[in-house]
């Protein structure tokens, strides 16, 4: 980008979106790992309620700090929330003082966070968003280019392989054998 002129700016742009982009694919390999290791020590996994509970609070107040501080979106944090909400519902029953505290705490962190988040929102958050929305649009222009070269290249393959097997079908009989063409030797 040096080359064809870019200012500081511009590659500033460009590195916060390598930076965005990075962490979307990141997230995008790594959440399915784990959701899985989630499961292997949720309900069904032998590990006690009160156990994950206790998890719930550790990830939860973990969550939060991470959110407060930007590092991660807002439904990583609701998650965890909802997450700790649910098992101390599980484990401590609704009617208790220790849930009614823990509803509560919640409804109090999530007060903050959206105060938090508005008071960045009325400092200047938006020229951030005009920016995260341009390089967004660049984004999806992009993978919209390259969608269509994949079709593009999918149809060909597709078109070769009619006409491979039009080719072998012609050339001496075969047989189809669990939905593959075989050609007679």
Known sequence: MKKVGATAEE??????????EREKAMK??????LDYRKSLSGEGSGVTALD????????????????????IDQSAFTDAGQDYFGLARDVLGTATSEFQS???????DSTGLLDTARSAFERGAPEKLV???????????????????????????????????????A????????GIWIAAA
């Open 11 to 20: 590659l500033a742009n460009v590195e916060k979106l390598y930076g965005i």
């Open 131 to 169: 920016a995260i929305q341009e390089a967004a649009n660049t984004i999806a222009a992009q993978q919209y280019q390259q969608q269509v070269i994949g079709n593009q290249w999918l149809e060909q393959l597709a078109s070769q392989n009619a006409a491979i097997l039009a080719a072998m079908q």
């Open 52 to 71: 994950r509970f206790n998890a719930s609070k550790l990830e939860y107040e973990q969550a939060k700090s991470d959110f407060a501080a930007g590092l």
């Open 102 to 108: 823990i509803r509560q705490q919640l409804i109090a």
């Open 28 to 33: 995008a390999l790594l959440d399915p790992l």
């Open 171 to 178: 050339g001496g009989g075969g047989r189809y054998v669990n």
